[in-house]
């Protein structure tokens, strides 16, 4: 990979938007979440992929909560931005809006957190560029990101 030794979130930031179809639907007409999970990963999967400069594989995925239904005719955009890394870890942040074409309203739906490893061609873990943390804004998501990955390790421990 050997490229810059930092990144700032701004370089890796990423988006998708895809208009939501009858087959995205379930039986009440709400998209179904495997649906929206698919664009978070994608859009995640590019961020990740942008900071470490080589391919990243998806290792968990946080809690997702779905705060409002999607449905069919809406445009779902997902906007992805890389919070935190580790030596060869990313986690990437992913906020999620439905919008109605028609009338330009917008509705928060859902935030997820995403943590991929970068890897070789042997698909064995390497390091990845530090995060530049160029405003507040990046050292809260910084600090923030930090603090999930820690909570993940000490649940982790507590299973084992």
Known sequence: MGGP?????RASEASISELMMPQHVNN????????????MDRVAAVAA???AGGPCVTVSIDRVDF?????????VTCHARVNYVGRTSIEVGVRVEAEN???????HTNTCYLTFVAIDAQH?????P???LESEEDR??????????????????EFE
């Open 124 to 128: 064995r873990p390497v390091p990845v």
């Open 28 to 39: 009440l007409g709400h998209v179904f979440g495997g649906v929206v999970l698919s664009l």
């Open 130 to 132: 530090r995060l530049l």
């Open 67 to 75: 705060k409002e239904p999607i449905h069919a005719g809406e445009l």
């Open 5 to 9: 030794t930092s990144k700032s979130p």
């Open 49 to 51: 992929m942008r900071h």
């Open 140 to 157: 809260q998501r910084f600090r923030e990101g930090e603090r999930r990955r820690e909570l993940r390790v000490q649940l982790q421990s």
């Open 101 to 107: 074409v028609f009338t330009g309203e917008k509705r």
